[in-house]
């Protein structure tokens, strides 16, 4: 059972204020809407219908705002011109960096990634430069609250989980564990955690990197608002990377 990554602390804690902010209920819109139009409107046999929906629920997305968005998607009045675009490069220190986007205008968004992470030092790659650092795996964020790391894992392992990470602190607000899947049994064990009675704030199919990357000082907090400026790009749907930020540098830096 692995540690938890200080800097996946920040970034749950970012989430849930653009989740009351709405910016990630936009996001998520958007993907309900493409992923209606490109394979239909039934949960059922659209698995990333079913994937985009799950999100729009741990983010307490209300049922009619998601059932409107699927009726958008199935309609085609939306979405029509949005394409996935992935992009890759390298923050400063090195960082691997993946982001997923859905574009009606690649022009616009490689220009806004490609300034954003020149601001801060880093650059766009070619594609496949930092993909191969990373696996395509089942992630799944659970509340810590109640809950131990004997009884995380026996629930995970059972379930056909992979591997499980621990809070540094379970008692502490806000705390989660996070259970790796492969990608053919992620529905089973997400379904299997909540049937235990676990809550599960995250859940989707992620980039995971192999190796993490760890760094301090201002390189650590120019990763940190480099991540949390592409992040805002309205045509960004999903940032992974391999930054880690030990416990201590996170003090030091007052995050």
């Given amino acids: 059972m692995a540690g938890h990554s200080a800097w996946k602390n920040i970034k749950r804690r970012k989430e849930a204020v653009d989740k009351k902010r709405g910016k990630v209920w936009t996001k998520i819109a958007k993907a309900i809407i493409v992923a209606a139009r490109n394979g239909g409107p039934d949960p059922a046999s659209n698995l990333t219908l ?29 979405g029509a011109g949005y394409e996935t675009v992935r992009y890759e490069g390298y923050g400063p220190g090195g960082v691997a960096i993946i982001v997923d986007t859905l574009t009606d205008n690649r022009t616009r968004t490689v220009t806004f990634l490609r300034e954003t992470l020149g601001k801060y030092g880093g650059n766009l790659g070619n594609s496949g430069c930092v993909a191969y650092m990373f ?31 621990s809070p540094d602190d379970p008692g502490e607000d806000g705390a989660t564990y996070t259970v790796y899947t492969d990608i053919t049994s992620f529905q089973a064990v997400k379904e299997k955690l909540e049937a235990a009675g676990m809550t599960i704030e995250e859940a989707q199919l992620a980039m995971v990197p192999q190796t993490k990357t760890t760094v301090r000082g201002e390189v650590a907090r120019d990763n940190i608002d480099l991540i949390e400026q592409i992040e805002e790009i309205d045509d960004v749907q999903k940032v992974y990377t391999s930054l880690d930020v030990p416990p201590d540098e996170v003090k030091a830096l007052g995050r």
């Avoid at 079913?50 to 998607?73: C, H, L, Q, S």
């Avoid at 089942?138 to 109640?146: C, F, M």
Wanted: net charge negative; hydrophobic share 35%.
């Fill in 50 to 78: 079913r994937y985009a929906i799950d999100e729009a629920r741990y983010a307490n997305m209300p049922r009619d705002t998601i059932e409107r968005n699927v009726k958008k998607g199935a309609g085609e009045k939306d």
């Fill in 135 to 165: 696996d395509h795996r089942g992630l799944i964020v659970i509340k810590a609250d109640g809950l131990t790391d004997d009884r995380v894992m026996e629930v995970a392992v059972e379930a056909g989980a992979t591997d499980v990470e």
